[in-house]
């Protein structure tokens, strides 16, 4: 709890100020959004990395988006890509929000790592090392 100063209006026309108290929602909400984005990030680099090492699991990636999305056989295994990152990301959202929802965490640490895991997943997506990592994980 918290609590704020606010103006409150007296009868006579002026402005008395007042501390208020206010519920303050906890930081680990916050946390949890931050923190699943990343996961559903670094689950489409992953995954997009592992399409390209395997053909059979291109084939089962490209499977899953045709299950639910109109249109898959047009865009190829980006469907499966996606639900795949979807699925990632909702799901972790959901684990870590009932995880976090009452804690009260150091947001500007979890704002680094978030940053972080925004770059990992970028840089693992580009295609000069996604294809790289593909090639050697062939062998």
Request: hydrophobic fraction near 50%; proline fraction near 6%; charged fraction near 15%.
């Amino acid at each position: 709890m918290s609590t704020v100063i606010e103006p409150k209006a007296k009868r006579d026309g002026g402005v008395e100020l007042a501390w208020t108290p206010r519920s303050v929602v906890p930081s680990g909400i916050a946390v949890a959004a931050l923190i699943s984005v990343v996961i559903g990030m670094l689950t489409l680099a992953i995954v997009n990395t592992c399409t390209a090492a395997s053909p059979a699991f291109n084939t089962w990636v490209h499977s899953v988006g045709k299950l639910w999305m109109p249109g898959a056989e047009g865009i190829g295994p980006y469907s499966g890509k996606e639900t795949l990152s979807a699925i990632g990301w909702l799901g972790s959202w959901m684990i870590l929000h009932y995880t976090f929802r009452r804690r009260e965490l150091n947001l500007s640490r979890w704002v680094i790592v978030f940053l972080v895991g925004v770059g990992l997943a970028t840089t693992l997506i580009w295609p000069p090392v996604f294809e790289f990592l593909a090639h050697v994980a062939k062998g």
